[in-house]
Nanobody, 119 residues
Framework: QVQLVESGGGLAQAGGSLRLSCAAS????????MGWYRQAPGQRRDLVAT???????NYADSVKGRFTISRDYAKNTLYLRMNSLKPEDTAVYYC?????????????WGQGTQVTVSS
């Protein structure tokens, strides 16, 4: 199993920046891909950005050029640097890891961290 704990959320003004962190523990070696998702009130949980073990990144169109996902393997930590924040970025942000056991892939989720952007 993989356990994830997010931190770094909070309140920011439009145009400001925040950095989210996600500490992973457990079967770290089994992780294939990690990512960030977000969910606004009354909305579905949407992909923000993902990063594979090869370093390939993928971003939602709405955050391209503003957000950067990165991973520190020595610290077993995933980051999301968020610049030029907009009020529409307000959501609960969740860390995700996809890990393999045998021939099956499993998801793990963190508890979420609130990001609020004021105009």
């Amino acid at each position: 199993q993989v356990q994830l704990v997010e931190s770094g959320g909070g309140l920011a003004q439009a145009g400001g920046s925040l950095r989210l962190s996600c500490a992973a523990s457990g079967s770290i070696f089994a992780i294939n891909k990690m990512g960030w998702y977000r969910q606004a009130p009354g909305q579905r949980r949407d992909l923000v950005a993902t990063i594979t073990n090869d370093g390939f990144t993928n971003y939602a169109d709405s955050v391209k050029g503003r957000f950067t996902i990165s991973r520190d393997y020595a610290k077993n930590t995933l980051y999301l640097r968020m610049n030029s924040l907009k009020p529409e970025d307000t959501a609960v942000y969740y860390c995700n890891a996809e890990w393999r056991r045998g021939r099956a892939d499993f998801p793990s989720w963190g508890q979420g961290t609130q990001v609020t952007v004021s105009s």
